[in-house]
């Protein structure tokens, strides 16, 4: 299982946790209601989750499957750099009907 769920299960736990608390206020119409506190408990919820997972974060943890490469050199289309308009079907379609 740690193959498909990577991360610490408290990190996974949080999730549920999360549900959990929209699901509540949901069911109140906490945010019909209360729309302008909902709004500040939701960037504070936010706030929490991001500044638990960076308190928590071991460096050198996996966030994703594939490791992710640096760029190179501007080129994201595999390696094939666009040097502009290419003359490759110009003959295709006749002038001012492109």
């Known amino acids: 299982m740690k193959d498909i769920f990577l991360g610490k299960p ?3 736990g949080l999730w549920i946790l999360l549900v959990a608390v929209l699901y509540v206020l949901g069911g109140q119409h906490f ?3 209360h729309f302008g506190a909902f ?3 939701l960037l504070a919820i ?3 989750i991001v500044l638990f997972f960076a308190l928590t974060y071991r460096k050198g943890a996996a966030f994703t499957r594939e490791s992710i490469e640096e760029g190179d050199g501007g080129t994201s ?3 094939v750099a666009d040097d502009g308009p290419s003359d490759e079907g110009a ?3 006749p002038p ?3």
Do not use: E, M, Q
């Open 46 to 48: 936010a706030a929490g």
């Open 91 to 93: 003959a295709a379609a």
């Open 77 to 79: 289309d595999g390696g």
């Open 31 to 33: 945010h019909v209601r």
């Open 10 to 12: 408290l990190h996974w």
């Open 96 to 98: 001012g009907k492109g």
């Open 39 to 41: 709004i500040l408990l």
